[in-house]
């Protein structure tokens, strides 16, 4: 009897080749989770869960699903296990019944519904910060903000991306997630362009929209680099940001951020000391530019994302504490190279600074052609 009271509120049940005589607990608490598969509304599964049982009749489970409301149900497959992983695009009800000794089964657990309606909304924006041999992603909190008791997580995406296109490759990987609205992508190799995107997820699984695509481009830089003025000790008062010393047109570890003599003609640029006292930047090197980053100072290296693209000169800018600089060079490619640094501290005879240099040519990641 208590069989078909189950079959009565879970209409359309088939009762398939089982023997209702021994009476089984009906499971309970069945719950789903579903599996995000990097495509909003395309899961690549689902996972059902229900309570463990202390009836020693008890051998196993079978599940039940159906694809539209009303339709029959349908037999899924058993299991003696207390969960099912249903591969692929999941079905739109499921409810699980428990088997015993002579095929008998019990009345039908609680049906879970699986609904698209509990998909989050898409993180509305995403920002990037250029880091050495990394990014770091900032979105917009909203799709937590919206549902904070439906959300669970976020999904970070990552693909390349074709600079002259303007296009992100078809061939997208999962980066990590995070619960936070920010990540930090490590391990990347620097002046090859990326694109990333984010997703969240809700507590059933659902994946949202994605966000809007960023793209940026890893730089080598350093910190805490010591020059000191040509007045004082010239051995290091100049820079360079790099010398292709083994001329195969690649950025060389070994061949970034030399520091030499000040008055060396093929250095980007010298320290020096005026009479006054003022520390200055000079351009060196034939056709090495400098401009000052922005109206104000800056708070870390970072914040010089994309090189201006007026207001260099060739005359000497002075060296001011939290201040930014980009140099211009052009690198004999039809591309111009550049170079930021901002400056921490300037003493009598020595400044502080931080560096970063795009290797990548042509890149708007700290780099722009050269104009025709």
Same mark, same amino acid.
């Given at each position: 009897?208590?069989?078909?009271? +189950? *079959?009565?509120?879970?209409? +359309?049940?088939?009762?398939?080749?089982?023997?209702?005589?021994?009476?089984?607990?009906?499971?309970?608490?069945?719950?789903?989770?579903?599996?995000?598969?990097?495509?909003?509304?395309?899961?690549?599964?689902?996972?059902?869960? /229900?309570?463990?049982?202390?009836?020693?009749?008890?051998?196993?489970?079978?599940?039940?699903?159906?694809?539209?409301?009303?339709?029959?149900?349908?037999?899924?497959?058993?299991?003696?296990?207390?969960?099912?992983?249903?591969?692929? #695009?999941?079905?739109?009800?499921?409810?699980?019944?428990?088997? +015993?000794?002579?095929?008998?089964?019990?009345?039908?657990?609680?049906?879970?519904?699986?609904?698209?309606?509990?998909?989050?909304?898409?993180?509305?924006?995403?920002?990037?910060?250029?880091?050495?041999?990394?990014?770091?992603?900032? /979105? &917009?909190?909203?799709?937590?903000?919206?549902?904070?008791?439906?959300?669970?997580?976020?999904?970070?995406?990552?693909?390349?991306?074709?600079?002259?296109?303007?296009? *992100?490759?078809?061939? /997208?990987?999962?980066?990590?997630?995070?619960?936070?609205?920010?990540?930090?992508?490590?391990?990347?190799?620097?002046?090859?362009?990326?694109?990333?995107?984010?997703?969240?997820?809700?507590?059933? +699984?659902?994946?949202?929209?994605?966000?809007?695509?960023?793209?940026?481009?890893?730089?080598?830089?350093?910190?805490?680099?010591?020059?000191?003025?040509?007045? &004082?000790?010239?051995?290091?008062?100049?820079?360079?940001?790099?010398?292709?010393?083994?001329?195969?047109?690649?950025?060389?570890?070994?061949?970034?951020?030399?520091?030499?003599?000040?008055?060396?003609?093929?250095?980007?640029?010298?320290?020096?000391?005026?009479?006054?006292?003022?520390?200055?930047?000079?351009?060196?090197?034939?056709?090495?530019?400098?401009?000052?980053?922005?109206? #104000?100072?800056?708070?870390?290296?970072?914040?010089?994302?994309?090189?201006?693209?007026?207001?260099?000169? #060739?005359?000497?800018?002075?060296?001011?504490?939290? /201040?930014?600089?980009?140099?211009?060079?052009?690198?004999?490619?039809?591309?111009?190279?550049?170079?930021?640094?901002?400056?921490?501290?300037?003493?009598?005879?020595?400044?502080?600074?931080?560096?970063?240099?795009?290797?990548?040519?042509?890149?708007?990641?700290?780099?722009?052609?050269?104009?025709?």
């Amino acid at each position: 009897m208590r069989y078909w009271l +189950g *079959c009565l509120l879970l209409a +359309g049940c088939e009762t398939g080749p089982f023997d209702r005589s021994i009476d089984l607990d009906a499971p309970t608490h069945l719950t789903y989770t579903v599996e995000p598969s990097g495509t909003p509304g395309d899961p690549a599964g689902l996972v059902l869960r /229900w309570d463990q049982t202390n009836d020693p009749d008890v051998e196993g489970w079978n599940v039940y699903a159906r694809s539209a409301t009303g339709s029959p149900w349908a037999f899924r497959a058993s299991t003696n296990s207390n969960s099912f992983h249903d591969n692929g #695009r999941p079905e739109l009800e499921y409810y699980v019944t428990a088997y +015993g000794p002579g095929n008998s089964e019990s009345p039908a657990s609680n049906a879970v519904l699986i609904d698209e309606r509990l998909t989050l909304v898409r993180p509305n924006t995403l920002t990037s910060i250029t880091l050495n041999s990394a990014v770091a992603l900032v /979105w &917009s909190d909203n799709s937590y903000q919206t549902s904070p008791q439906g959300f669970s997580y976020y999904r970070v995406y990552g693909a390349s991306y074709d600079l002259n296109a303007n296009r *992100c490759a078809a061939a /997208w990987q999962l980066e990590g997630t995070t619960v936070a609205p920010e990540f930090r992508v490590a391990a990347l190799p620097n002046g090859v362009p990326r694109c990333f995107a984010v997703s969240a997820i809700s507590i059933e +699984g659902f994946e949202s929209l994605w966000s809007p695509t960023q793209a940026d481009t890893p730089r080598p830089d350093a910190r805490n680099l010591v020059l000191t003025t040509r007045q &004082s000790t010239d051995a290091t008062a100049g820079f360079r940001f790099w010398r292709d010393a083994n001329n195969n047109g690649k950025a060389d570890p070994a061949e970034l951020g030399r520091v030499g003599t000040g008055g060396a003609a093929d250095l980007d640029f010298s320290v020096d000391r005026d009479g006054a006292g003022r520390i200055y930047l000079t351009p060196i090197r034939t056709g090495t530019t400098v401009a000052l980053y922005g109206n #104000r100072p800056i708070g870390d290296l970072t914040e010089i994302d994309v090189a201006p693209t007026t207001g260099y000169a #060739r005359a000497p800018i002075e060296a001011v504490p939290g /201040w930014g600089y980009v140099f211009q060079m052009n690198g004999g490619d039809a591309f111009f190279r550049y170079g930021a640094l901002r400056v921490s501290h300037v003493g009598r005879d020595l400044i502080i600074l931080d560096w970063a240099f795009q290797i990548d040519p042509g890149n708007p990641e700290l780099g722009r052609e050269v104009a025709p």
